[in-house]
């Protein structure tokens, strides 16, 4: 089984390089983040013509998270767009059994400045979410925690870690908030396979940063301890990164063997 987690900062403008990237990478479920559409005007008729069901949350312009699964994948079940204690209403948080699997897809607060009341919200939201995968951890040993995480996790995930200091997204709190989300029994399935840094997912769009590799690793898939034996490969694929009017993200993916 394939898995993958991207941000498609506007699926209206990105379906058509949506479906090509599904028709070749073959992933059996896909998380979305950024969808960026109002839920009466998600392209459910689309993705079906492409042979995915979709369960999604969004809203107008902003935000908005989707999961995917392809037919034969299973079913969905249990799907939770919200959860106690954070009251929210930015869709980030999608939640859903497919198969033998518990999907938590996450679009976490970019928190704008350290300092910043954004920063401040982001580290609370990251906290509120802890608790509930803790909770979801008890329920569903087979969860996988995938998304942009808004946070490179450490300095091999910045191309410039001077240059980046303890700004927002590399900042001591944030990659602590996130530690502290691993540290439940999740983990970050990449580096399970990879050690070595210049391994980034997301480019800014200006100063021609993809081309020169400027980038973050900031978008991640989350593995809990009883899946990792059946972890097969995980890869950053940064082709859709090099089409016509990219995401500034690229899709992430991890195989298991289940």
């Known amino acids: ?89 930015q869709r980030r948080i999608l939640a859903a059994t497919v198969g033998e699997l518990r999907i938590v897809d996450l679009y976490v607060v970019n928190g704008k400045a350290v300092g910043d009341e954004k920063y401040a919200y982001k580290l609370d939201w990251l906290a509120k979410v802890r608790e509930f995968l803790a909770r979801e951890l008890e329920r569903h040993p087979n969860l996988v925690v995938l998304g942009d995480f808004n946070i490179a996790p450490d300095d091999r995930d910045v191309y410039d870690p001077a240059a980046w200091g303890e700004e927002v997204l590399c900042s001591p709190p944030e990659r602590e908030a996130l530690l502290a989300i691993t540290g439940l029994g999740l983990a970050d399935s990449f580096r399970l396979f990879e050690q070595g840094g210049e391994h980034f997912s997301w480019w800014d769009y200006r100063q021609g940063a993809f081309r020169r590799n400027m980038g973050l690793r900031i978008d991640l898939i989350l593995l809990a301890d009883a899946l990792r034996p059946a972890a097969r490969a ?25």
């Not at 492409?50 to 107008?60: I, N």
């Not at 989707?66 to 994948?73: E, K, Q, Y």
């Not at 995980?234 to 289940?258: C, G, N, Y």
């Open 1 to 89: 089984m394939k898995i993958a987690s991207w941000n498609v900062n506007s699926l209206k403008v990105r379906l058509p390089q949506l479906t090509q990237w599904m028709a070749d990478a073959q992933p059996d479920i896909v998380a979305l983040q950024e969808t960026k559409l109002e839920d009466p005007k998600f392209p459910v008729d689309e993705l079906a013509a492409a042979g995915y069901r979709a369960v999604y949350s969004g809203q107008k312009t902003y935000n908005g998270v989707a999961i995917l699964a392809r037919d034969g994948a299973g079913e969905f079940g249990d799907v939770v767009t919200d959860i106690p204690g954070l009251d929210d209403p």
């Open 234 to 258: 995980a890869a950053i694929d940064r082709t859709p990164r090099k089409w016509e009017r990219p995401s500034d993200h690229t899709p992430v993916t991890l195989d298991l063997d289940i």
